[in-house]
């Protein structure tokens, strides 16, 4: 048995862009920054994560940079050429996605009293 599974928590370096695929489902892309997972142990590094569907919509709708979310998914590989011809690769998450706290510097808006939880397709 296989198990691909990933849990992170970081903060939002942009905000969410959100677009539909042809068969009409939403997906939402998101980039998270997260303590501790650069090249050193003080470090950050970064993540991608696709949300699908109406988690993917809520995503878009709610959240903006500086958000703090968990991600609970899995990680997958892409790969894909650019236009110079150079082959490249990178890991992304696809998952769910929970708001947990509004940006620091956004101390004016209310937090949410129940956040809603993202699913992924």
């Not at 677009?19 to 590094?45: H, I, K, N, Q, W």
């Not at 949300?51 to 709610?62: D, I, L, R």
Request: net charge negative; with cysteine.
């Amino acid at each position: 048995m296989n198990i691909n599974k990933c849990i992170f928590t970081g903060r939002l370096t942009k905000d969410p862009e959100l677009r539909a695929l042809p068969s009409g489902t939403s997906v939402c892309e998101l980039r998270l920054a997260v303590d501790g997972m650069g090249r050193g142990r003080d470090e950050v590094g970064y993540i991608n994560v696709t949300a699908f569907g109406n988690g993917g919509e809520a995503a878009a709708k709610h959240l903006s940079k500086g958000w703090l979310v968990a991600v609970d998914g899995r990680l997958e590989f892409g790969e894909w050429e650019t236009q110079a011809g150079e082959k490249r690769h990178d890991y992304s998450v696809v998952g769910t996605v929970e708001f947990l706290a509004a940006p620091r510097s956004d101390s004016d808006a209310p937090e949410p009293t129940e956040a809603p939880e993202l699913v992924a397709a």
